[in-house]
């Protein structure tokens, strides 16, 4: 228990530091929608003040380097959404643009449940994920799901944080709703 409230602490910390750090750069990338709060992101992308019980923490460059920007939203008990943005730049390898993420998991002991490719439906967009288990408590499972694609001209990166399976509905929503939001609005004028 004690390593599940070190991660949630962690997170929640790397969320508060890093959305002040973040959002610094907002304005070159996001302009604001003034009838709902959204946020309108330069590829068309908009992220929301809400999405399901996600509600927004912050927009900002997530990698200037490699132009990456983000929007992380939070729900509750500790439930976390990341979605990144970057210009496509020749071809998307999902597995190699998560080298890194892969690398941490493996290295803290995260155990890799599933590696798929899914679809929305009705959707020709194909999602590459990955899914790993980081702890144990009781009667859940926390998890994090990795999810890539290449849409029109940009390269949409999701990581959402849950315990499973209480809020696996909760992740399954966030993931449609990014997905089918950057389908719809990326390169739309």
């Known amino acids: 228990m004690r390593k599940l409230f070190a991660f949630g602490l962690a997170a929640a910390t790397t969320v508060l530091i890093g959305s002040a750090t973040f959002a610094q750069g ?8 003034a009838d709902d709060g959204a946020k309108v992101h330069v590829s068309g992308f908009v992220c929301p003040a809400r999405i399901g019980p996600f509600e927004r ?24 959404g990341t979605i990144t943005l970057n210009p496509l730049n020749g071809g ?11 690398s941490e998991q493996d290295a803290t002991g995260g155990k890799r449940l599933f590696e798929k490719q899914v679809r ?19 009667a859940l499972e926390y998890r994090i799901l990795f ?23 909760a992740e399954a929503e966030f993931l449609n709703a990014v997905y089918a939001a950057a389908e719809k609005q990326i390169g739309a004028p």
């Open 26 to 33: 907002s304005a070159d990338t996001f302009r604001d929608r």
């Open 57 to 80: 923490d912050a927009v900002g460059e997530y990698d200037p380097e490699h132009n990456e920007d983000f929007c992380a939203y939070g729900a509750r008990d500790g439930v976390y």
């Open 147 to 169: 999810a890539g694609a290449a849409v029109k001209n940009w390269v949409v990166q999701t990581t959402v944080e849950y315990a499973d399976p209480r809020d696996a509905a």
């Open 120 to 138: 929305l439906q009705g959707s020709q967009l194909s999602i590459y994920t990955r899914t790993y288990r980081t702890a144990r408590a009781e």
């Open 92 to 102: 998307y390898d999902p597995k190699a643009a998560f080298a890194d993420d892969f």
